[in-house]
């Protein structure tokens, strides 16, 4: 018998490609500041931990689908958060982070072979998705015909940029013409810090009133409650999807942890810690936008998320290594797509003392 390991098929693991430069990073007399990864630094709210904590005792499986519970906060928090429409516990799935849903999404979905729409820079696990499916990863900002599946990303990582309602309702329309699936990943939709570029989800009223056919909305508390460790994540939309997803998440023994679903039920039912947590995060990106923007950078869209879209024109290797000689770990735009390579990202995602750290050394 012989076989093809699924590591032949994927790309090499982007951040091992780091690695040179965060020695150089780390070498500086100051440490490094490390602000190439989007991962949350600052303390779980106690109401949350608290939530975790008295429901530790419990003995049983989880629901795949989700407590009840559960499902009806989902259902509230994205309908009062985000203007969703057409949502009811029937259309809510939590699932163990959304990397790991995005992933598995096509392979659940039982479309092998077919072929599916990545954004032109994007977050490289839609197109590990696409090939742990056996399927073809197109990369595009538009619709293409022919399409089983499309990954959509608004507010985008890395760019920060917001797609507009228009660019939306095209995909919406798109799906409602040709049966495509739009999987709209919006884990960043609540950290906007532009008021005329406000994101809107997929799902919005305003542009399908209350008609979520062929439309999946990712989302993830992460990023806004700082539950990275949780793998706290949801999804929601097409209650046939959902129902499709969930019966194959059943048979694969794909289950939020119970204690994990009760401190998500305490996130996603007190806005406060959020409010808290993003007035936090837009200190730190004022900081360091001033900051790269003085040391000669441009800074492109970044008009929401927790990431700054950089270049000063040049390849994104020489920017990274520029950064390393200072202390500062960033990502290169490559990781990202072809059209990256001019650019990095850099993170909010660094406690206050490492962000005025960074600040320093840029000036």
Known sequence: MSRIPLTSVLPSFPWDTLAPAKTKASAHPGGIVDL?????VDPVDPTIQLALAESAAEPGYPPAVGSPELRGAIVDALERRYRMAGLDPESVLPVIGTKEAIALLPTLLGLRGEKIIIPEIAYPTYEVAALIAG???????????GAALAFINSPSNPTGRVATADELQAWVNFSRDTGCIVASDECYLGLAWEDDKEPISLLDERLTGTDNSGLIAIHSLSKTSSLASYRAGYLAGDTAVIAELTEARKHAGLMVPGPIQHAMIAALTSDMHEDLQRAIYALRRAKLMRAVLSAGFTVEHSEAGLYL???????????????????ILVAPGDFYGEQGENFVRIALTATDERIDEAVARLQ
């Open 36 to 40: 190439s990864v989007g991962t949350p």
């Open 135 to 145: 399927c073809e990863p197109i990369r595009s900002d538009v619709p293409v015909e």
């Open 309 to 327: 879209w950089v270049t000063r024109g040049e390849n994104c290797r020489d920017t990274v290594d520029w950064f390393a000689e200072r202390g």
